[in-house]
């Protein structure tokens, strides 16, 4: 059933092949590429069915280097640093696969930790002896000091390596990594900073943040095809870095950039998409990326805004926070129903099966609080928003009988 008083979406929005009965207000889990590019995509596609070894041989490998190079200038990183992976939970498992850790050695990471990051390490605890070291702070957050107190705190002499969201999934802050990263590296630890939401999202420049590794999603903010991201390693860092398939160039192939180029036969054109993207995109506002970025925060704060008066909340944390993705508290439901990760909030289900909403609810913390997020492309507008905290007040009265 789609309401009556359905929002109209962006003038923006017929650039992408979105549905236009849905409210969609969660770029942030999975992005959506726009049709310009899911064309480009095509063309590359048909180039390589219609010759696979023309394609493979002569005309893709051109084709990847002039896109690895494009990212690389974006976030102002060496391209001899960067390279392709299929998304940043790839990029996590390779270099923490990569390293030897020993009984007794301490990874800190936060509690506003990605779950699938999370379970990883898990693993790599389970098999080495070593243990996580959990830097606690609460969301609503009102300082950075705040984080970088915390993570500080749990420095010991037996941390190794510290895994630090950039922008957190669960609470859509941006955590001060580069304050973090260089603390952390005085103590002589290294820091890999989880940026899966960032690139496109906030300007990147791997000069100033330092860290051992970043990774980041092309697939969410800079809109180009599932399956593409970056893993950057600063230089000092290369030796044994592997990637998770070891192909023909080796273990040990140099430059670095070599040891992750052919994985096995693949459908390389997400990533062949990524510098046709980073162009695209920068055409569609007078003022380029920049633009775009101020753009999808400005209009996040907007609608971030509307959802606390709606609740009749303050906001949970500054605007200084956030880029393109706010999260707000939501009252608990009169029973707790937390889904795996392949299920739905019923929340959330109500408001898509109701209001063709796409919106994320999910639970964070200990005990657990439920929490609403939304994300800001161009294609939304502030009349979605204003859509949402109506029919999210609707349903939480419903929710509780009244």
Known sequence: MISPDHPKASVYASLWPLDPEAVYLNHGSFGACPRFILQKQSEYRTMLESHPIRFLIREMPDLLERSRRKV???VHASPDDVVFVHNATAAVNTVFRSLTFHAGDEILITNHIYGACKRLLEFICEQSGA???EARYDFPISSPDLIVEAVLNKVTTRTRIALIDHITSATGIIQPVERIVKELDTRGIDTMVDGAHTIGSIPLNMNEIGAS?????????????KSAAILVVRHDKQKGIVPLVISHAGHNAVPFPERFYWPGTADFTPAICVGDAIDYLATLLPGGWPAIMKRNHDLCIHG????????EIDPPCPDI?????ATVPIPNPPEISIPDYK???PLQ???FQHFNLEVPVLYWSTPPRRFLRISSQLYNSPEQYSFLAEKLRFSLARENGK
């Open 321 to 325: 926070f956030l880029a393109s993705m």
């Open 72 to 74: 690389a200038a974006f």
């Open 349 to 351: 289900d109500f408001l």
């Open 304 to 311: 971030r805004n509307l959802l606390c008066q709606a609740l």
């Open 343 to 345: 299920g739905i909030e």
């Open 213 to 225: 590794y970043y990774t980041a999603n092309c697939h969410k903010w800079l809109c180009s095809p």
């Open 131 to 133: 243990v996580l070291a």
